[in-house]
């Protein structure tokens, strides 16, 4: 198939960027997203025109270092990643429009390319169980209830590829931080620390920037790990176990 | 060693953090403030369907508010309460909508060529400018109905504009006026729609699939109860359903 | 997969007995070196000697701490915990890792599980018998002292992380579940559905984040190590730092330190097409090999039978699926060349030849990786191969669950195996309930890597190499759900220990940044650079990466002849020649450049690529994942030769005229097994 894609380029963070128009010929429907932009940009090189800088690693959904804002939805019209978007959700003839992330938590790096820090911050802030290597009790010293240990790993699939903070018109990363809160809340090794992670995680998420959540619900629609919105019914229930206990 | 990278520079780590900082703690301010109205507009709906029973029946609702609780309250004492909670809940719903606005719009300065709304629901994206709305229609409101008790058709023979039931369908008996009253409902049960539901998500009492759709649920129908609630008594004095001699 | 019994003992017990080899098919390619020991492993029964040596590394004052400084190249399992731990211990680290965050390194791909003695299942595991699982699954080409750590500090690993909150499968009762995985008997896998790898590096990522917070790790992100810094002080040349390319604005930075680990992955990419991740490279550990350290057994490469096949010539990575898929899947291929276009479904039964069943009938669709990805590519070979016909070959077999579903109902095969049934149908679009599936093998894991001793440090003093960027654990051929394991014991539970003994004569003398040294390593990394954006060629980087790997795919693949290997360096050359005079990269140095950080890995793919194949043609006989078509049974069984082989190759780098590889230096590291006896496979 032949596609006209429409495509944010930039050169740098400092820079303002524009939408670039180009052409693609025979596109196979067996190619993922990112194969499509690969052609292009061998195209590109060989016309001598400076490839399109996009992230992407694992290409198998998991490292969640892709995505793009395809036709106004984050990874696309499909709940998956954006590496593992294949070109038979388009249709010959279409037009796409291709865009980076949209926050001011993550500024453009280039082209298509946003930089995430933020999310490495937010857990820095707490998204973490405190224990030094060696002090581990023995595994099966405290059992987890099956139930909770399903909630906690479903919740723990999040990728942080940022899709939920690209999708909400707010900008929150409320469905980001909500899965962390949740998949350590739900273990025994995680209540300890339970109230000053939210509290701070909170604080580092307000702080970079992010905006407030006010469960429109993109996020969770976005979110190719299928991360449910429960989670920020999750997060806020802690806060308020927070405020009540003093923090 | 030179240049850091620019992710590591950007943005400090937050040191002494206090959850009553946080804009989950705006949200939940909103979200207290927007139940006390949702038992406000309960009541007042109450009060309203009242008109169905007759001039007599909807002012002596309109007394019985004010003289409640006497002797041990003044005259008008519960309404002052109420007054008081309803003006605190007011300035405190509309300066967390401000604050979180201002955040959102902060969050994201450059917007998209093309955004589609996938999973939203319509009345979601609706919040603020309806909040707006609501405001603006709150203030007229008290202007007409208890402010100034202005009677936009100058009033009609035989009408008292302190009789609350008679400034109730001279008002509705005009069209226009009966027209901006439902648009207000019709705000205000997407208000509600997205507000109820949105609430219950705040107060962190949806943490599963079943509670966020039982809340859902909920929210719909108690949307559509009060803005149809409140709607009916304008539709029937406009058609003559419920008069002044009713 | 099944265990496999041990028919034949070899006739040479390991024994100190002097390797000699009959014929050198690599002899014009090499230069003979010394032999080479690993001096620091400690003596005595097997099972004490990581106590001993743990005992006997010596200490670092608390206070010292502060003052020594590590910089680890990597954030993936073995990374990230070693940056963790020794952050936690209060030294000075720096991490590196060229994606926008630590948590995105390629340990978040792995699906299937972790090892671990822990023996809940009291099914008759034990520390010593995931040794012995291990050595032999390796085909006797490991370190036995080694291995036996790796096996013993496993069942620590798996406390750290659940009390990390990694969310491990678990049982009713609350207890962990374990699974049989990856060619043993004894249910020993700790695994969280299938994504242990994502939980496990979120786990360590976590802890150093943590570290972040506390002051003790700096990380750098988008950040990529182009040069190791090795500096003479009088009497040893140590690794004092690394020069790293900051992949946004360009700048090359100089980072010094005590000590530099590297922890930078497996470079599978060297084929191009693997279920590797796009950045993954050999540039750490190749520019180090140019320094001065060892690579050893660079040929051992895994190949995994059961992937997605290639769709067309734009493929830009292979995916896997489990290997879980073959306890119920059988794989077959049409009898004759005539039906290979056909719908599959059409196809009688006596017209499909279920190949592995019909050659392996005691094993049949669970013979191990290696066994199983060789048979489908004979088939496919002489022609028999289904799906899209790519450079004129189909490339794919038939793994079908109609008979599966017939016996367990659909029901029964979705809940076994949905998400990867779901996975497949979205990159194929083909819907695997009612059409079988087609998967073809693909390079998946690589067991050479630089040399290291028992300490985790390379024949360069300073430098410690850890995780799948070393060779250590897994001879020549690597159990399923081992490698996670063995990254997280270097990170967590070896490295921080015998790093200690070396830090413990440090803070060495303060390098300069205007050290000679220093500045050497920084221009190297600016002429390159300078020279991939100068050459302005006609071809892309891409383009060179793609013929290369189908070099390697061809040549130094499943099956391996001398022939075969001789004409691959020949190519590999020539590519190499045209790689340095037509290469097109455009953009500038100083901003990010996606393709000129391609052209540094693969010009070093390039030249690793070349000693692989050196490697794979010195070692002329059939082991583990490397198979040497002069050397199998009269059943085309692999056969391995441990009179001759039995040691590990360790290549130094000899240098050459400017760009080319020189002839490298063999030496070679005798293996003997004091607690363990050799022998041979058979899966008929
Ligand atoms: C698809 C797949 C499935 C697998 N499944 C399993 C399984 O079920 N069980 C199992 O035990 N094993 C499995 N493996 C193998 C296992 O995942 C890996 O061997 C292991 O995770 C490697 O970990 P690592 O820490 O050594 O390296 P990696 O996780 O690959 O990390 C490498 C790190 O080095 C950094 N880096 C590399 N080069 C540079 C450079 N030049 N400059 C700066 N930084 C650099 C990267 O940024 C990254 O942080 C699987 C592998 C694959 C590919
Ligand atoms: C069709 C719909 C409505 C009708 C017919 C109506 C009618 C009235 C009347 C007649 C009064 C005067 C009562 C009295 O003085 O005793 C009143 C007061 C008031 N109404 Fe409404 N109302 C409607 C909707 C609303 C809504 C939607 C709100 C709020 C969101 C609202 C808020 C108020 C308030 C705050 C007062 C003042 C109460 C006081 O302090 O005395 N009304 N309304
Ligand atoms: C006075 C004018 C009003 C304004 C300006 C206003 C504005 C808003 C806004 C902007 C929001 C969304 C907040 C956010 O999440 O960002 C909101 C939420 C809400 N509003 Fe209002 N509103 C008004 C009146 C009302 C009334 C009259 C009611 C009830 C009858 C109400 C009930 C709610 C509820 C329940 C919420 C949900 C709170 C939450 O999300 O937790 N509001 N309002
Ligand atoms: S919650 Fe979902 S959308 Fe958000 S970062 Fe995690 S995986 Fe991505
Ligand atoms: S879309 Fe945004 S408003 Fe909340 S529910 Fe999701 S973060
Ligand atoms: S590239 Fe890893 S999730 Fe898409």
Known sequence: MNLTLKIWRQPDAATTGSMHTYEVDDVSEDMSFLEMLDVLNEQLNAKGEEPIAFDSDCREGICGMC??????????PVTTTTCQLHMRSFTDGETITIEPWRSDAFPVVKDLVVDRGAFDRIIQQGGFISVNTGSAPEAHAVPVPRDDAMRAFNVATCIGCGACVAACPNGSASLFIGAKITHLGELPQGQPERDSRVVNMVAQHDHEGFGGCTNIGECAAACPKEIPLDVISQLNKDLRTAIRHGH | MTGVAIQNSGTTLVKGARATQSTIFLKILMAVSGAVFIGFVLLHMYGNLRAFWGHDAYDAYARGLRTFGTPDLPFGGLLWIIRTVLIVALVVHVYAAAALWKRAKRARTIQYQVKKHTGAIFASRLMRWGGVTLLLFIIWHLLEFTIVKVQVNGGSPGSDRHDPYYLLVDSFNTWWLTVIYLVAMAMLGAHLHHGIWSATQTLGLTGSERTRKLAKRTAFTLAVVIAGGFSIVPIFVLFHVITKTS | MTDMPDTTLT?????????????????????????????????????????????????????????????????????????????????????????????????????????????????????????????????????????????????????????????????????????????????????????????????????????VAAGTVETFTRHEMLEVIVVDDGDTSRARGIIARDMVTGEIETHLADVVVLASGGYGNVFYLSTNAMGCNVTAAWRAHRKGAYMANPCYTQIHPTCIPVSGAHQSKLTLMSESLRNDGRMWVPRTKADCEKDPRSIAEEDRDYFLERIYPSFGNLVPRDIASRAAKNMC?????????????????????????????????????????????????????????????AVHYVMGGLWVDYDLQSSIPGLFVTGEANFSDHGANRLGASALMQGLADGYFVLPHTIRDYLADGPFEKVDEDHPAVLEARSAVEKRIEHFLTVNGTRSV????????????????????????????????????DFNRNLKVLGTADSLNQSLEKAGRVADFIELGELMCIDALNRRESCGGHFRAESQTEDGEALRHDDQYAYVAAWEFAGGEAGTMGKPVLHKEHLVYTAIEMKQRSYK
Not at chain 3, 105 to 116: E, K, L, P, R, V
Not at chain 3, 133 to 149: A, H, I, L, P, Q
Request: contains cysteine; proline residues 4%.
């Open chain 1, 67 to 76: 995505g793009l804002m395809i036709n106004g939805e984050a990874h696309g």
């Open chain 3, 11 to 211: 006739s040479h017990p390991s024994h100190d007995s002097p390797l000699e080899v009959d014929t050198d098919d690599a002899v014009d390619y090499y230069t003979p070196g010394a032999p080479i020991g690993d001096t620091k492993a400690p003596d005595g029964p097997i099972n004490e000697r990581w106590q001993t040596r743990k005992f006997e590394a010596r200490l670092v004052n608390p206070a010292n701490r502060r003052k020594l400084s590590v910089i680890i190249v990597g954030t993936g399992l073995a990374g990230a915990s070693a940056a963790a731990t020794l952050g936690e211990a209060g030294y000075v680290v720096k991490s590196f890792c060229y994606q926008d965050s630590p948590r995105r390194a390629h340990s978040i791909a792995a699906q299937g599980g972790i090892n671990a003695a822990k023996n809940y299942k009291e099914d008759g595991d034990s520390v010593h018998r995931l040794f012995y699982d291990t050595v032999k699954g390796g085909d006797y080409r490991s370190r036995e002292s080694n291995v036996y750590r790796l096996a013993e500090v496993s069942t620590s690993i798996i406390d750290q992380c659940v009390a990390q909150g990694v969310p491990f499968a678990r049982e009713y009762g609350g207890l962990l579940d374990n699974r049989s995985f990856g060619g043993v008997q004894v249910s020993r896998t700790f695994y969280a559905r299938g994504q242990t790898g994502q939980q496990l590096l979120i786990g360590a990522y976590q802890a150093l984040e943590r570290q």
């Open chain 3, 381 to 441: 070979d002489e022609g028999r191969g289904v799906g899209p016909e790519v450079d004129g070959v189909r490339r794919g077999v038939y793994l079908d669950f109609a008979d599966a579903i017939a016996r367990l109902g659909k029901d029964g095969v979705e809940e076994k195996y949905d998400n990867l049934l779901d996975m497949y149908e979205r990159i194929t679009g083909e819907n695997p309930y009612e059409v079988p599936m087609r998967i073809y093998p």
């Open chain 3, 542 to 577: 891409d383009s060179y990466h793609r013929e290369l790997g189908h070099i390697m795919w061809e040549y130094c693949g499943m099956e391996r002849t001398e022939d075969g290997l001789k004409k691959a360096i020949d190519l590999i050359r020539t590519l190499r020649d």
